[in-house]
């Protein structure tokens, strides 16, 4: 295909909150262009944009996915992502592809969880935002307090770039506000008295326009043609339009509005860092270093896994050897394609602005610059809603690690961990409804069925005392016996502490060495005199330890942040060996942690929980509920509060269904570990017990 110039190219992401009509406005975009000519409906399972089997079922986006059309001269790419924030991670990736997001409004229903997610999302990338509100067809619509309410959260630089013209099924058409129109019959609003506003929103980035404009001369068109593209650029101006995507009403001049005052390739400032770590500017020209970036992979069951890369700068070919990030040797990208939902179309190469995918690149990651310049990372949601999964055919776990790992390379908000200590395999995610798509297309994809339950926390095992005690290891069975005695010292190790100046001459007078698990926190000081216990026998020693704190002593977790000092022992010259002292090893370190207050400690994590101002007091009621600490409360703008505070992991794996419950679905949250703490006595007693009675029953 013929090379598009950059400043006919429009990349746009449509997002905002579930059930706004972001899918069906593409599908209608779509129709209206020209692009398709078959019907396309979300809710008859006919969509372009909504083709997995998962999406048709649920009437919803679980990813995002990208689509193309002209309108007007313009080369658009536009992506529809999900609305639920379960599936934000789909978001996220597609805002970091584009110059402009659409943020669609429900007319009806107003602002939602996801349309301030992607909003900031947006802002923070540093790209043009438009708000679209849409289904302007439906009843029960008070315009003029969605616009307000609107401008309330998201700030006055929010204005009306055209206005309704009736309501409701009586809903016909839109009235600009910038040139106002003679025929205003049915408008909501006067659109003059949105005009000055949207005006001095558009020349508050030019300062002699403006000074001209307070005197008395209003700008002239051609000077607002050229300045609202900066105003959008810039976050001076976030033009409110009007449509319904049922109808198709509004929807030519929502387009003609993204081609006027959408964002070029080149009106937004992206920054790289060299390879001598030197931060540049990255330029949207064709001809320049190739600078480009994976923002989403797809497994797709017929062509495999395609990556969808947006170049920033420079020209890619098909089949060109190119530099990748991580990986030393170039790599050679095999056939480009555009993509139309899902249908790929090859083509020999592309620019600056466009966005292409590859297939069959094993090698390429999601995050991924290619080229000698690196993009900034993108920063993905850390998953922390998990679920315990177990094979439902026996022997069909070699299929379930081939499916999960798929799934784990298309999706950043998705991790699998193998938990040794608690010897389940936990899938983690946004939310059990992100796992539970997940687990359907594992089933239609990979034919792979699992189970799934909640998983076990992982609790930890540690001392709050000192003590100190041996343990003799005899055995005698004829032939050969077993000796080894160990005597030792056990104390709390503090976190974070500095190993050299902790573990000096001053605390243990006769060290000879130590040696430190980070990832434990636990360090073992050698302070044996005069050869009691042989130096050959001290590793078999250490891994005893480590292996009764991979055991756990009190509960069958995992100890941590403990110190253990080796300073006597007795040995035999013909019973004694690794094994005995392994032996000794391990239970001495097991009688003397059980006379050291030993004690569980379970995971703390950060929550911050975005709700209604009416709604904080029930969150803070709530958190304490489950032994949580408000630490803050955040102004999150309009109405909206956000409550951070720290929680016991145990007490929020399934909190999106309480705060949906308590705020009627208004309400949102992210979670992150922070650290262990100590667990209340009540309840490590009631941990204690459960964790004897298992083991009871499975001996």
């Known amino acids: 295909?013929?090379?598009?110039?950059?400043?006919?190219?429009?990349?746009?992401?449509?997002?905002?909150?579930?059930?706004?009509?972001?899918?069906?406005?593409?599908?209608?975009?779509?129709?209206?262009?020209?692009?398709?000519?078959?019907?396309?409906?979300?809710?008859?399972?006919?969509?372009?944009?909504?083709?997995?089997?998962?999406?048709?079922?649920?009437?919803?986006?679980?990813?995002?996915?990208?689509?193309?059309?002209?309108?007007?001269?313009?080369?658009?790419?536009?992506?529809?992502?999900?609305?639920?924030?379960?599936?934000?991670?789909?978001?996220?990736?597609?805002?970091?592809?584009?110059?402009?997001?659409?943020?669609?409004?429900?007319?009806?229903?107003?602002?939602?969880?996801?349309?301030?997610?992607?909003?900031?999302?947006?802002?923070?990338?540093?790209?043009?935002?438009?708000?679209?509100?849409?289904?302007?067809?439906?009843?029960?619509?008070?315009?003029?307090?969605?616009?307000?309410?609107?401008?309330?959260?998201?700030?006055?630089?929010?204005?009306?770039?055209?206005?309704?013209?009736?309501?409701?099924?009586?809903?016909?058409?839109?009235?600009?506000?910038?040139?106002?129109?003679?025929?205003?019959?049915?408008?909501?609003?006067?659109?003059?008295?949105?005009?000055?506003?949207?005006?001095?929103?558009?020349?508050?980035?030019?300062?002699?326009?403006?000074?001209?404009?307070?005197?008395?001369?209003?700008?002239?068109?051609?000077?607002?043609?050229?300045?609202?593209?900066?105003?959008?650029?810039?976050?001076?101006?976030?033009?409110?339009?009007?449509?319904?995507?049922?109808?198709?009403?509004?929807?030519?001049?929502?387009?003609?509005?993204?081609?006027?005052?959408?964002?070029?390739?080149?009106?937004?400032?992206?920054?790289?860092?060299?390879?001598?770590?030197?931060?540049?500017?990255?330029?949207a020209d064709p001809d320049g270093p190739l600078v480009a970036q994976i923002f989403k992979t797809r497994i797709d069951p017929f062509v495999q896994k395609l990556s969808f890369i947006r170049i920033y700068s420079g020209t890619l070919k098909s089949n060109e050897t190119v530099h990748a990030e991580g990986i030393r040797k170039g790599v050679k990208l095999g056939q480009l394609f555009e993509i139309q939902a899902d249908k790929t179309e090859p083509i020999e190469s592309a620019s600056a602005g466009q966005i292409v995918a590859v297939t069959k690149m094993e090698d390429l990651k999601t995050g991924m610059s290619l080229g000698d310049l690196l993009l900034p990372h993108?920063?993905?949601?850390?998953?922390?809603?998990?679920?315990?999964?177990?094979?439902?055919?026996?022997?069909?776990?070699?299929?379930?690690?081939?499916?999960?790992?798929?799934?784990?390379?298309?999706?950043?908000?998705?991790?699998?961990?193998?938990?040794?200590?608690?010897?389940?395999?936990?899938?983690?995610?946004?939310?059990?409804?992100?796992?539970?798509?997940?687990?359907?297309?594992?089933?239609?994809?990979?034919?792979?069925?699992?189970?799934?339950?909640?998983?076990?926390?992982p609790y930890r095992e540690t001392i709050q005392a000192n003590a100190e005690g041996s343990y003799r290891h005899r055995k005698q069975s004829g032939g050969r016996g077993q000796f080894g005695e160990v005597h030792i010292r056990m104390f709390p190790l503090p976190k974070d502490v500095k190993m050299e100046e902790f573990c000096t001459k001053a605390r243990f007078p006769s060290m000879k060495e130590y040696h430190y698990d980070e990832e434990n926190n636990f360090v073992w000081v050698n302070s044996v005199v005069g050869g009691t216990i042989p130096s050959n026998f001290l590793p078999a020693i250490e891994k005893g330890f480590k292996e009764r704190m991979e055991r756990g002593v009190i509960a069958g977790f995992k100890v941590q942040n403990v110190g253990v000092e080796v300073h006597f022992g007795k040995y035999h010259d013909v019973d004694s060996s690794e094994q005995a002292f392994k032996t000794a090893g391990s239970m001495a370190f097991r009688n003397v942690f059980q006379q050291a207050k030993p004690g569980l400690l379970e995971p703390i994590v950060k929550i911050e929980i975005t709700v209604p101002g009416s709604k904080v007091g029930d969150i803070t009621s709530d958190m304490s509920g489950r032994r949580g600490r408000v630490l803050r409360m955040d102004s999150a703008g309009g109405d909206l509060q956000t409550v951070v505070a720290e929680v016991p992991l145990a007490e929020v794996m399934t909190y999106a269904r309480a705060l949906s419950s308590i705020t009627g679905g208004q309400g949102s949250y992210s979670l992150e570990y922070s650290h262990h703490d100590i667990v209340p006595g009540n309840v490590q007693q009631e941990i204690i017990a459960k964790a004897q009675m298992k083991e009871e029953e499975e001996e």
């Not at 395999?425 to 994809?445: D, N, T």
């Open 1 to 283: 295909m013929a090379k598009i110039p950059v400043a006919d190219i429009r990349n746009v992401a449509f997002g905002g909150h579930g059930a706004a009509g972001k899918t069906a406005l593409l599908d209608k975009i779509l129709s209206m262009t020209g692009t398709i000519t078959r019907p396309a409906s979300v809710d008859e399972g006919t969509s372009i944009c909504d083709f997995d089997e998962e999406e048709k079922v649920h009437h919803h986006s679980v990813e995002a996915h990208v689509v193309h059309f002209n309108h007007d001269g313009k080369r658009f790419y536009a992506i529809d992502t999900p609305g639920y924030p379960d599936f934000i991670g789909q978001t996220i990736g597609a805002v970091h592809a584009v110059d402009t997001v659409v943020i669609e409004i429900n007319a009806q229903s107003g602002i939602g969880v996801t349309t301030r997610r992607v909003f900031n999302e947006a802002g923070k990338a540093g790209l043009g935002r438009f708000i679209a509100i849409n289904k302007m067809d439906t009843d029960n619509i008070e315009f003029t307090v969605l616009v307000k309410s609107i401008q309330d959260m998201f700030g006055k630089s929010c204005q009306l770039l055209n206005i309704p013209l009736g309501r409701g099924p009586d809903f016909r058409g839109v009235a600009s506000t910038l040139g106002v129109p003679e025929d205003t019959q049915g408008a909501l609003i006067d659109p003059n008295e949105i005009h000055t506003a949207l005006i001095e929103s558009i020349i508050e980035v030019d300062e002699d326009v403006m000074a001209r404009y307070f005197d008395g001369a209003e700008p002239t068109a051609e000077e607002l043609a050229r300045l609202i593209v900066h105003a959008v650029a810039g976050g001076a101006l976030i033009p409110i339009v009007c449509c319904s995507a049922k109808t198709g009403v509004g929807v030519k001049e929502l387009l003609d509005a993204l081609v006027f005052c959408g964002l070029p390739p080149s009106a937004v400032h992206h920054t790289a860092v060299t390879a001598d770590e030197k931060v540049v500017d990255v330029m």
């Open 378 to 457: 993108i920063h993905f949601p850390s998953p922390m809603v998990g679920l315990a999964i177990t094979s439902k055919g026996r022997g069909d776990e070699a299929k379930i690690a081939t499916a999960l790992h798929k799934v784990e390379m298309e999706d950043p908000t998705f991790h699998v961990h193998a938990d040794p200590q608690t010897k389940e395999m936990v899938a983690y995610g946004m939310s059990e409804l992100h796992l539970q798509m997940l687990r359907e297309r594992l089933k239609r994809r990979d034919r792979a069925e699992v189970e799934t339950k909640e998983p076990k926390v």
